[in-house]
């Protein structure tokens, strides 16, 4: 925190300071960096022409929000972005329990030091990360965890019942001058939805029978799976009524975007070449195409970092059980792709029994699809003749110096090598996932056979 803020409500009108509601501070930080070009979602990937202009005139119109998608389509991610929107630094009460700005206490307490000090009166300042405050909806919320209710412990202090100060706050309150968030809305009980009508529209909080008038400063926004509609519960028709935009999210439209967002989300403990994650990525959007898997519930894109995730892994296990140094995956390592993530897709009914097929399957037609795009255009026939005659071996415990040893002398795979980004590089691992990769093709196309021995190594040949 900066050392020259002021510390007294004297300062802080001395210094010019303008009190601003959220929602105007949301507003005129978000058309500032329209203005200056620069990206307000940073990390939000593939929303570009979609849903960032949505909610981006939601919040400019001053709109509470709800994000509609299924899994994993990135909505908590972009509800936490709205955060960066508003202003670093901004001055508060010194101790008061709401935060309430120095310009404006709504609290008897806040109100009763307002008019003792003055001046006076001490600020602290609070960073925007703090003005965020995030609520997953389970059963058994209840009312008081997110507007409030009588604490006891103030009552015993000889305070009486009527008295507002003896409530304890909920986090909807607690987060004034802030964003709230409720992740999988349908699933906060109906009569826990009613509760929340005065707060988004009179801005008020109704505690134990009595209302105390709280012009609560805040940003209501919210998601919610389509399916829960009817699912596991639903928005109720004067809460959704409330909400000023609805937005419908998306996975990924594009394949690029699908390869950046697993590039920029994926922990990887190795290298996995380009190649691989685009692999992955055709993967996903194949499930997301078959009718075999359960649509309404959808392919998370967790799904495919995930598997990016795996695959690394298998390779660094490849590595240890070889000696090979650095670790560099190979289409190999995805062969555990299915068995391990298997769990994290929903299957239509019938198909039990059949999933690894199914998957096994889409990632057979990924992997063919994209050895076609990269190595359009190179005669492999060569490469296809020489490994005829004289099979290549792999596998978990084959290194990739044996594989690069056992290639052929073929003029092919130079150009396969600068396609697969394998090309000038004295690393016999990134060679080795290139020539698998050219290999994979020609047995999915029918051009060399691949026989798996008990060793768990695989021969093209």
């Given amino acids: 925190m900066p050392h020259d803020l002021p510390r007294t409500l004297g300062a802080l009108r001395a210094s010019g300071h303008e ?151 909920g986090l909807v309150p607690r987060a004034h001058r802030g964003i709230v968030t409720i992740n999988e809305l349908p699933d906060l009980a109906e009569r826990i939805q009613v509760s929340l009508l005065n707060v988004m529209e009179e801005r008020d909080i109704q505690v134990r029978g009595y209302t105390l008038r709280l012009p609560l400063d805040i940003l209501l926004v919210a998601s919610a799976n389509p399916e829960d509609y009817t699912n596991r519960g639903r928005i109720i028709t004067p809460l959704k009524d409330r909400f000023g935009a609805e937005v419908r999210t998306h996975y990924p439209l594009e394949l690029t975007d699908e390869i950046t967002l697993v590039e920029q989300e994926a922990h990887l403990v190795a290298d996995v070449p380009r190649h691989l994650l685009e692999i992955i990525a055709r993967f996903t959007r194949a499930l997301r195409e078959s009718s075999a898997v359960d649509q309404g519930s959808g392919v998370s894109a967790r799904f495919s970092v995930a598997a990016a995730e795996t695959v690394a892994a298998a390779a660094l296990r490849r590595a240890a059980i070889t000696g090979e140094s650095p670790a560099v ?11 391990v993530l298997r769990g994290k897709l929903e299957f239509a009914s019938g198909e039990e029994g059949r999933e690894i097929e199914h998957m096994e399957h889409l990632l057979r037609r990924a992997t063919a699809d994209t050895a076609r795009a990269r190595l359009r255009g190179i005669d492999l026939n060569p490469l296809a003749e020489a490994v005829a005659a004289a099979p290549v071996r792999t596998g978990e415990r084959v290194s990739a110096a044996e594989v690069v040893a056992a290639l052929p002398p073929v003029d092919a795979l130079t150009e396969i090598a600068k396609r697969l980004d394998a090309g000038g590089t004295e690393d016999p691992g990134r060679m080795a996932s290139a020539a698998e990769l050219a290999c994979e093709l020609l047995f999915l196309t029918r051009r060399l056979a691949k026989d798996t021995a008990d060793d768990d190594t695989v021969s093209y040949g």
């Fill in 19 to 169: 009190l601003r509601g959220v929602k105007d501070e949301i507003r005129a930080n978000l058309l500032d960096a329209l203005r200056a070009g620069r990206d307000p979602w940073p990390g939000i990937v593939g929303f570009e022409s979609t849903v960032l202009p949505q909610l981006e005139r939601a919040l400019i119109a001053g709109h509470d929000v709800v994000l509609l998608g299924e899994r994993g389509q990135g909505k908590t991610r972009l509800l936490r972005s709205i955060t960066n929107l508003l202003d670093e630094w901004t001055p508060v009460i010194a101790g008061s329990e709401l935060g309430e700005h120095p310009y404006d206490p709504i609290t008897p307490a806040s109100r009763r030091r307002a008019d003792e000090l003055g001046d006076d009166l001490p600020v602290d300042w609070r960073h925007r990360d703090d003005r965020y405050t995030e609520k997953l909806a389970t059963p058994d919320t209840a009312v008081a965890d997110l507007i409030g209710d009588i604490d006891p412990v103030k009552v015993s202090e000889g305070r009486s019942l009527g008295d507002p100060e003896t409530i304890h706050y």
């Fill in 329 to 339: 995956a190979r289409p190999v390592d995805l062969e555990s792709v299915p068995t």
